[in-house]
T-cell receptor, first 118, second 111 residues
């Protein structure tokens, strides 16, 4: 079974530019999550998709961040325009739905995208 | 608001030593607790997952315990090896279906 795939693995962009991160979850996983770790801080929740619907986007820092999940498959996270404080590692995770959509079995994380805004 | 704390922040031990990593959380209303490993520049690898109704899980040289009522978990690593060197992260799954992470313990096993 292929794992969660994220690309690019690294991205260096200038302040004010746009960057789009992509995540391919494990096939059949309805739940898809975005997390990020900014320098010196813990990994924090950004948002949660169930299939193509945003279940919870309470962790999105501001309206410069836009996440989509077309057809309930892969997801993109766009940052526009990027700011210096957006630098960090962005993780995607997916999990199965086991009857109860509120209680996933466990999370499988991708390798992350390291974003550097200069 | 759920907060997760991991102690120690860093640990350096000689090869072969048994060690314990600690994790505490402030709100016992969790679905499960998961221990992850992160190698430099890599993603998160799930090590053990303990459901809220369970007390412990074991995998090879790893054993994780959970005391939900006191808000504590420990990860025990037996006979440590240099390949165990990594950052170990503890995370709880809240009723809001979000993982809340600790800051991690950086482990170095010296050969």
């Amino acid at each position: 079974e292929a794992g969660v795939t994220q690309f690019p693995s690294h991205s260096v962009i200038e302040k004010g530019q746009t960057v789009t991160l992509r995540c391919d979850p494990i096939s059949g996983h309805d739940n898809l999550y975005w997390y990020r770790r900014v320098m010196g801080k813990e990994i924090k929740f950004l948002l949660h998709f169930v299939k193509e619907s945003k279940q919870d986007e309470s962790g999105m820092p501001n309206n410069r961040f836009l996440a989509e999940r077309t057809g309930g498959t892969y997801s993109t996270l766009k940052v526009q325009p990027a700011e210096l404080e957006d630098s960090g590692v962005y993780f995607c995770a997916s999990s199965q739905v086991r009857g109860d959509p509120i209680s996933p079995y466990g999370y499988t994380f991708g390798s992350g995208t390291r974003l550097t805004v200069v | 608001k759920q907060e997760v704390t991991q102690i120690p922040a860093a640990l350096s031990v000689p090869e072969g030593e048994n060690l314990v990593l600690n994790c505490s959380f402030t709100d016992s209303a969790i679905y499960n607790l998961q221990w992850f490993r992160q190698d430099p520049g890599k993603g998160l690898t799930s090590l053990l997952l303990i459901q809220s109704s369970q007390r412990e899980q074991t995998s090879g040289r790893l054993n994780a315990s959970l005391d939900k009522s006191s808000g504590r978990s420990t990860l025990y690593i037996a006979a440590s090896q240099p390949g165990d060197s990594a950052t170990y992260l503890c995370a709880v799954l809240t009723y809001g279906n979000k993982l809340v992470f600790g800051a991690g313990t950086i482990l170095r096993v010296k050969s």
